[in-house]
């Protein structure tokens, strides 16, 4: 990974969702939300942002539950990352 965040951010990499229902029932592309889950690929240093100590809270490998339109979406090396900020996860999933 070279993609190296700054501040509080993190990237994140989305989890694929399941194409079918806990019924049976088969989901098209279209019907599918965006998922939340996420797992961390990289963190940020903390330290001062915007006049506050920052501590991170997140480590590599974590899995998360992000906030749904959070962040910013980039492809790198053909994979889809997503850059968001530590305030913008959710909880972290055991």
């Known amino acids: 990974m070279n993609i190296k965040p700054l501040g509080d951010r993190v990237v994140i990499k989305m989890v694929e969702v399941e194409e079918t ?14 998922p ?28 998360v539950i992000t906030s749904k339109y959070a962040g910013t979406e980039i492809k790198f090396d053909d994979v889809e990352y997503t850059i968001l900020k530590q305030s913008d996860v959710l909880a972290i999933v055991e």
Request: hydrophobic share 40%.
């Open 21 to 34: 229902t806990k019924s049976g029932i088969i989901l098209t592309s279209g019907a599918k939300e965006k």
């Open 36 to 63: 939340q889950m996420a797992e961390i690929v990289a963190v940020g240093p903390g330290g001062m942002v915007d006049g506050k100590e920052v501590k991170m809270e997140l480590k590599v490998g974590d899995k």
